[in-house]
């Protein structure tokens, strides 16, 4: 097995007001047992997720979440089967992660979370230099998103507990990827602080 040398995680203080969180694809297809492309391990990041959430709100982040969300014919299917159809249950966000009606969620088609949808131009508008992702998948959808967001500059940070995949090799290939590639930094729900 190759070792794959990746930063630790680090202490993180970022402003409220000039960050905003994404969280990536916890809907439950993926992240509830019935989902149809279960993901065990995202399951187990719920409750880190929902602390992160909770910090941001109480510092002001804009908080964003991102919804896989395909017509019922979507070529995506050939590769993964169906899931996360429209309208459907399995296309909703967990409910232990439910948006609040200030929060932004963005449909979208494919594994980067700014593609076909108006995710940068509502960043833009939030005016945030600085992004935290969380979600799943972390080797898929999480990566693409913070590399599409990475490639527009933006800082990204990245807390380790809150991100999952099926295979260690995926989420050790994703942190590799995000810190390597697109100068993430890696930190957890604890050692982020988000203040004023
Ligand atoms: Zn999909």
């Known amino acids: 097995m190759v070792e794959v040398d990746i930063p630790r995680p680090i202490k993180v203080r970022l402003a409220g007001g000039d960050t905003a969180v994404i969280v990536v694809d916890m809907q439950n297809d993926f992240a509830h047992p019935s989902g149809k492309l279960f993901v065990p391990n995202a399951r187990e990041t719920i409750p880190a997720c929902s602390k992160l959430l909770e910090k941001a709100r109480a510092a002001g982040c804009r908080i964003f979440y991102t919804q896989d969300w395909h017509g019922r014919d979507d070529p995506e299917f050939a590769?993964?089967?169906?899931?996360?159809?429209?309208?459907?249950w399995g296309a909703e966000i967990v409910d232990e992660l439910k948006p609040m009606p200030s929060d932004v969620v963005i449909k979208k088609l494919r594994y980067d979370g700014f593609y076909g949808t108006p995710l940068e131009h509502l960043l833009r508008l939030a005016g945030v230099n600085n992004l935290v992702?969380?979600?799943?998948?972390?080797?898929?959808?999480?990566?693409?998103?913070?590399?599409?967001?990475?490639?527009?500059?933006?800082?990204?940070?990245?807390?380790?507990?809150?991100?999952?995949?099926?295979?260690?090799?995926?989420y050790?290939?994703?942190l590799r990827q995000i810190t390597f590639l697109y100068r993430g930094v890696l930190t957890s729900v604890d050692l982020l602080e988000l203040g004023s």
């Open 79 to 88: 590769i993964w089967g169906e899931h996360a159809v429209g309208g459907t």
């Open 133 to 170: 992702i969380c979600g799943t998948l972390a080797n898929i959808c999480v990566l693409h998103t913070a590399g599409s967001a990475a490639l527009r500059w933006w800082r990204i940070y990245v807390p380790v507990d809150t991100i999952s995949a099926l295979t260690d090799f995926d």
């Open 172 to 174: 050790k290939a994703a």
